[in-house]
């Protein structure tokens, strides 16, 4: 049974950090296009950062310069450092894996930027 299982989310003040980790179970993470999304209230999924099949990795414009995707394939997981936070941030944060066919995704952790 294939699970991603999402943690650190939480309550952070404006310009804060938080880590998020993304255990994956069932799949190897290095065979599969890995990446964060989030999801607002109100607002449709985007994109926040991944890793591309050619190695690459993207972000969103509006994390640039302030989140940092990693990935620990020993340990299977993957990560998103998230610094200088604003309430823009505030959002539920999922993981992502991306096969030819198939794609999986956790059920989110929240994090939540307010003073």
């Known amino acids: 049974q294939v699970q991603l299982v999402e943690s650190g989310g939480g309550l952070v003040q404006p310009g804060g950090s938080l880590r998020l980790s993304c255990k994956a179970s069932g799949i190897s993470l290095n065979v599969y296009t890995m990446g964060w999304y989030r999801q607002a209230p109100g607002k449709q999924r985007e994109l926040v950062a991944r890793?591309?099949?050619?190695?690459?990795?993207n972000y969103a414009d509006s994390v640039k310069g302030r989140f940092t995707i990693s990935r620990d394939n020993a340990q299977n997981t993957m990560y998103l450092q998230m610094n200088s936070l604003t309430p823009e941030d505030t959002a539920v944060y999922y993981c992502?894996?991306?096969?030819?066919?198939?794609?999986?995704r956790g059920k989110g952790t929240l994090v939540t930027v307010s003073s």
């Open positions: 890793f591309t099949s050619r190695g690459n990795i």
């Open positions: 992502n894996a991306q096969g030819t066919n198939i794609t999986y």
